[in-house]
């Protein structure tokens, strides 16, 4: 980005943002004002902020370069989008509403004990921690190749700004910025889709190139439970939306900001409907850059280039995006996609922060005595921001040297604690006879399932008893461990008790 045009709408923007995520100090002088703002929201601006979360760095970078590497299969997971919001407003909205507690845990422990509470506040705070470094990590790789800047120090300020407007602004600053960043997010997906359109060789010769190579393709719909086909991953996306609505504090946070349990329901389906078309426009800005990069091969060699230029080499496809930034858009219009894709991740990076600060106040220090005054929950709420905001920044250092596509990265770290958390959740919320005895046993035969599927790849592990199905369905089958573990051992015990 060598013009300084492109340079000033970025840090204009930065800038403004930064500033209007501050401007909400005054609204965040509370421990219940930091985390639920008050519940004074319209459901609208929480839904927006639910559609930009979802609008992370992972979907501007990740989407096209799976896209572009491959096809549209992981698109079937923005499709399962509207069912898990229509579980998840129907039954899930309600009962956390009701319950008037601000953790997404606090209900476990009355179910099942403190060791459920703990077990699931740790598995939550992990998937924070993966969230934010892919994170950070897919908006460092985008301004890399655009700036030049180092990846390195791209994480240190993404880190360092989004931290910065949380811990001053709270949830507010945190969703009314999400607002505003949903926007400029989405118009960068029209620009670049309207660039590729318009420009040399066209639209239509894109489209029919990818069509030729079959590019649309979501997957074949065989039953095959081994590759990433259609059906493995439309269950890989119900069961991770409904961790993502039913217990991921991330959203039950914000089913609290909203006026009222009805404004909650719309936020909900707000968000969902909102990203299925505006993942699709990601997943086409993908196949139109094959097609693009196929009419002039030349180019693929300087993606190459690039991808390599990182250090240990990343995936391709991660930098076709980047690479037509940073080459072929008018001036101004580069600072702006940059500017987009800043938001992609500050847009969700803000919530994991607020969110872990939140479970950190509720979950352990309130546990244990602490923070029984104002000024205690604060201190807590704010010196938690800065603590998690420095671990996610050291996670996206690390897996900067991972060279998978960084959507992948994200799915194989999320489905692991996903299916960790839910099936815990489903066992206590429809199994109401089940007890402390069969959650115990459920989680712990699920938790050895969850670690013997993660293992699949080790050198160590014996081809006979190697996990042989596809990755993305660990959070499948590690949620129905737990549940159906635990559901029969409630059998046992109530036919023993008879």
Same mark, same amino acid.
């Given at each position: 980005m060598n013009s300084p045009i492109d340079s000033l709408v970025l840090f204009v923007y930065l800038a403004a943002v930064v500033g209007f995520g501050c401007w909400f100090a005054k609204?965040?002088?509370?421990?219940?004002?930091?985390?639920?703002?008050?519940?004074?929201?319209?459901?609208?601006?929480?839904?927006?902020?639910?559609?930009?979360?979802?609008?992370?760095?992972?979907?501007?970078?990740?989407?096209?370069?799976k896209a572009f590497g491959d096809n549209w299969n992981f698109f079937v997971f923005s499709l399962t989008l509207p069912i898990g919001a229509w579980i998840a407003s129907k039954w899930f909205v309600p009962f956390y509403r009701k319950s008037?507690?601000?953790?997404?845990?606090?209900?476990?422990?009355?179910?099942? *004990?403190?060791?459920?509470? $703990? /077990? =699931?506040? +740790?598995?939550?705070?992990?998937?924070?921690?993966?969230?934010?470094?892919?994170?950070?990590?897919?908006?460092?790789?985008?301004?890399?190749?655009?700036?030049?800047?180092?990846?390195?120090?791209?994480?240190?300020?993404? *880190?360092?700004?989004?931290? $910065? /407007? =949380?811990? +001053?602004?709270?949830?507010?600053a945190v969703i009314w910025t999400d607002v505003i960043q949903s926007l400029v997010l989405s118009l960068g997906a029209v620009i670049v889709i309207g660039l590729l359109i318009l420009g040399d060789p066209g639209g239509s010769a894109l489209v029919e190139a990818a069509r030729a190579e079959d590019k649309f393709s979501l997957g074949t719909f065989s039953l095959d439970l081994t590759q990433s086909s259609f059906w493995v991953v439309f269950l890989f996306g119900i069961f991770i939306n409904l961790t993502n609505f039913g217990i991921d504090q991330n959203y039950i946070q914000r089913y609290h900001t909203a006026k009222s349990e009805g404004e909650a329901r719309q936020s909900l389906w707000l968000g969902a409907i909102a990203y299925v078309p505006v993942s699709g426009m990601f997943f086409l800005i993908g196949t139109l850059l094959w097609g693009f990069y196929q009419a002039n091969p030349s180019e693929m060699t300087a993606i190459q280039t690039m991808a390599e230029g990182v250090g240990k080499a990343k995936a391709v496809s991660d930098f076709a995006l980047p690479h037509f930034m940073a080459n072929h858009l008018p001036t101004g219009v580069g600072g702006l996609l940059v500017a987009a894709l800043f938001a992609a991740a500050m847009s969700t990076i803000d919530t994991s922060l607020n969110s872990s600060a939140t479970i950190t106040l509720r979950d352990i220090f309130r546990k244990i005595g602490y923070g029984s005054d104002e000024a205690a929950q604060m201190r807590v709420l704010r010196h938690s921001t800065i603590f998690w905001g420095v671990i996610g920044t050291g996670v996206a250092l690390f897996l900067s040297y991972d060279k998978r596509n960084i959507l992948q990265i994200w799915w194989d770290l999320s489905g692991v604690f996903a299916g960790a958390m839910l099936g815990l959740f489903l066992l206590g919320m429809i199994c109401r006879k089940a007890d402390n005895v069969a959650a115990i046993i459920g989680v712990t035969v699920g938790v050895i399932a969850i670690f013997w599927m993660g293992s699949a790849n080790a050198s160590w592990m014996p081809d006979l008893i190697r996990y042989p199905l596809n990755g993305l369905l660990k959070t499948v089958f590690g949620t129905l461990t737990i549940f159906l573990v635990g559901m029969a051992v409630t059998k046992v015990r109530s036919k023993g008790e008879a």
């Open positions: 609204r965040s002088r509370t421990a219940n004002e930091f985390m639920a703002a008050g519940g004074r929201l319209p459901g609208w601006a929480v839904g927006l902020s639910l559609f930009g979360t979802y609008l992370s760095s992972n979907t501007f970078i990740g989407n096209p370069g008037g507690e601000i953790s997404a845990y606090h209900h476990l422990e009355k179910r099942f *004990g403190p060791w459920a509470r $703990i /077990y =699931t506040v +740790v598995c939550y705070l992990l998937t924070q921690i993966s969230r934010s470094g892919t994170i950070m990590l897919g908006v460092s790789i985008g301004m890399h190749a655009v700036t030049g800047w180092s990846i390195q120090g791209i994480i240190l300020a993404t *880190g360092i700004l989004v931290t $910065i /407007y =949380t811990l +001053v602004g709270g949830i507010e």
